[in-house]
Nanobody
C-alpha cells in the first residue's frame, strides 16, 4: 500500500512563490516515478511536472521555466518549487506515483497512486 501526502499549498499574490511537497510512504519498489498534476473544477487534470525513475524530468508547456521539480529517494519526498505564479496557476495540485518508468511522465493515466491534493490559489 502506497500513501501520498501533499503539503505546502496556500494563497499567494501574482508573482509570488510557493513550494509544495509530497511525501510517499508504505511498501514500494526502489524504482518509481512521481509527478505533479493540477486540476480546476470542470476541467481535465493536466501534468505540471514529473520526474521518472531514471531521473528524467518533464514539464508542462505552461510552466515555461517557472517551476522546478525535485525528488529525494532517501526520504521518498518530491517537491515542486513554483515561482512567478499567475492567477491561472490556481488549482488543486495532486501528487502521483507509479513504479517503473512511464512512456509519458505527464500522462495521468500512467499513474495509479494519488494523493488527496493541496490547493494553490494565486490572486491578482
Amino acid at each position: 500500500l502506497v500513501k501520498l501526502v501533499e503539503s505546502g499549498g496556500g494563497s499567494v499574490q501574482t508573482g509570488g512563490s510557493l513550494r509544495v511537497a509530497c511525501e510517499a510512504s508504505g511498501s514500494f519498489y526502489s524504482s518509481y516515478s512521481m509527478a505533479w498534476f493540477r486540476q480546476v473544477l470542470g476541467k481535465e487534470r493536466e501534468g505540471v511536472a514529473g520526474i521518472d525513475a531514471d531521473g528524467d524530468i518533464g514539464y508542462g508547456d505552461f510552466v515555461k521555466g517557472r517551476f522546478i521539480i525535485s525528488k529525494f529517494n532517501d526520504n521518498n519526498t518530491m517537491y515542486l518549487q513554483m515561482n512567478s505564479l499567475k492567477p491561472e496557476d490556481t488549482a488543486m495540485y495532486y501528487c502521483a506515483l507509479r513504479f517503473g518508468v512511464p512512456s509519458d511522465v505527464l500522462d495521468p493515466e500512467k499513474y495509479n497512486h494519488w494523493g488527496q491534493g493541496t490547493q494553490v490559489t494565486v490572486s491578482s
